[in-house]
């Protein structure tokens, strides 16, 4: 199975800053054939489920602020959320798709300093 | 607008089968380019993937859940279902039901979730 590894396991940030999570793969994600990365990112807030954000590893979802970025190709990817807001607050987590079974990072979560 | 809706009885007895069913409404089951899954997190925790079918058949298992796992869907009532057994307590997770989009017969991420619902194995 791929693992999947997110740091920092939490974070606390100041309102309009920037934030920025880490997500490391055991393999590369990156697809030769298409040079797309497998990769995806997900919001979740408490007693919510995740919520997509991010696909292909820079692919902004529809409806998601353009304060949510990410980069990253092969086994290293990041997500960054240039100015925080206070609706930000949440446990974000990365998944793999290039691969079966589908694995997701242990979560990071996000506070306001 | 797409919603999923997981249900199932919240408590469990270990040894039995646990049994859930998401309800697909605002769009059809059988759309071509997605398949249909489910994902689990036990309270506090981190997030799971269960496995993920297509409604014609096709399906993808966790084996980690070795064996206990089985995939339904049943398209008059544009429903797909879970059924783990032999449930431990270990098993007592949020489920959720989502859907994925496809291209090449290769599931991908997943852009819909269900709300989710708890199920507690306990005697």
């Known amino acids: 199975d791929i693992v999947m590894t997110q740091s920092p396991d939490s974070l606390a940030v100041s309102l309009g800053e920037r934030a920025t999570i880490n997500c490391e793969s055991s393999?590369?994600?990156?697809?030769?054939?298409?040079?797309?990365?497998?990769l995806a990112w997900y919001q979740q807030k408490p007693r919510q489920p995740p919520k997509l954000l991010i696909y292909?590893?820079?692919t902004r979802e529809s409806g998601a602020p353009d304060r949510f970025s990410g980069s990253g190709s092969g086994t290293d990817f990041t997500l960054t959320i240039s100015s925080l807001q206070a609706e930000d607050v949440a446990v974000y987590y990365c998944?793999?798709?290039?691969?079966?079974?589908?694995?997701f990072g242990q979560g990071t979560k996000l506070e306001i300093k | 607008q797409l919603q999923l809706q997981e249900s199932g009885p919240g408590l469990v007895k270990p040894s039995e089968t646990l049994s859930l069913t998401c309800t697909v409404s605002?769009?059809?089951?059988?759309?071509?380019?997605?398949?249909w899954g489910w994902i689990r997190q036990p309270p506090g925790k981190g997030l799971e993937w269960i496995g993920s079918?297509?409604?014609?058949?096709?399906?993808y298992y966790n084996s980690s859940l070795r064996g206990r796992v089985t995939l339904s869907v049943d398209t008059s009532k544009n429903q797909f279902s879970l059924k783990v057994s032999s449930v431990i307590a270990a098993d007592t997770a949020v489920y959720y039901c989502?859907?994925?989009?496809?291209?090449?017969?290769?599931?991908?991420?997943?852009?819909?979730w269900g709300q989710g619902t708890l199920a507690t194995v306990s005697s």
């Open positions: 998944q793999q798709y290039y691969n079966i079974p589908y694995t």
């Open positions: 393999q590369s994600l990156l697809y030769s054939s298409n040079n797309k990365n497998y």
């Open positions: 292909w590893a820079s």
């Open positions: 605002g769009g059809s089951i059988t759309s071509s380019r997605h398949y």
């Open positions: 079918m297509y409604y014609s058949g096709s399906t």
């Open positions: 989502v859907r994925h989009p496809y291209n090449d017969e290769v599931p991908y991420y997943f852009d819909y």
